[in-house]
């Protein structure tokens, strides 16, 4: 099975340098014309400039491949309105979107301001949320679409310094698990990449032989299938080093603790119970929770 992008349009946000550079690279060589949008910050957020996302740019048309460059903040509504136009201008279409600008911020929550805590959350989830959101009609319209969040390690299992990061991380979770459900009609496919690779991001805290190892250009193959004709849906897919794995979400399957036995002294005697993971499911909707729960209590009483 061969994986191609002729006749698709890609926008790759943050894709002039590091991992958004290698996706964009790669989805230009199996076919995709490609938005390079790159604001030219840096890894703090400050600054801006066009000379990363033009290079990306002339490195595409170079090997024969489509490709223009935009400039603007991913959180900015304007300017990714307008992005998006360019887009729709040059080839009349938008069939994958790549969330992958991103910034960090990191300080222990102690002395982390609220200035550098909404930055971050404006620039990875709402950055996320407003070029979706931009795309969204056309993708509906067309009824096809791939769009992949990046989240990271840290939004999933937690990393010191970086509550800011880990919260808007974490949300990707929350917005991919409901663009899935209300996209699946239209054929919008909508999955989370939790990446991890040696950029300018991360350099500083690995020695040369890991850096070695985790090249960008090790996890695009797995971003590739996940913007594919036959791409999954609702998937979280960690990579790095060549090594790919799932993260799934799952509930126990829990206790009831009736009348009398519902008491903070009841949750702390079941606990290990309530914590048991056999029989744990991963749910597919919130109400399966609230039926789930209603159904225990039901039962224990008899109810239908
Ligand atoms: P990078 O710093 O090399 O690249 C990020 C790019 O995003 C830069 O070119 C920057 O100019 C651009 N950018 C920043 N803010 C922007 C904005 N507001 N609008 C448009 N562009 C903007 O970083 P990277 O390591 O390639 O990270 C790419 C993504 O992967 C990020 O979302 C990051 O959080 C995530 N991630 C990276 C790692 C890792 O190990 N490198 C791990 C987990 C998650």
Known sequence: MSIRFDGRVAIVTGAGAGLGRSHALGLAARGAKVVINDLGASTQGEGQSSDAASAVVDEIRAAGGEAIAHGTDVADEAGVRDMVDQAMKAWGRIDILVNN?????????????????????????????????????????????????????????????????GAAKAAMLGLMNVLHMEGARDDIRVNMLAPTAATRMTESLMPPEALELLRPEAITPGLLYLVSDDAPSRTILGAGAGCYALTRVYETEGVLLEGDANTPEGVAAQFDAIADPSGQKELTDAFQQTRKYARKAADARGLN
């Open 101 to 165: 600008a991103g910034i960090l911020r990191d300080k222990t929550f102690s002395k982390m301001t609220l200035e550098d805590f909404r930055k971050v959350v404006d620039v990875h989830l709402m950055g996320s949320t407003t070029c979706t959101h931009a795309v969204w009609p056309i993708l509906r319209e067309q009824k096809y679409g791939r769009i992949v969040l990046t989240s990271s390690a840290s939004g999933l299992y937690g990393n010191f310094g970086q509550s800011n990061y």
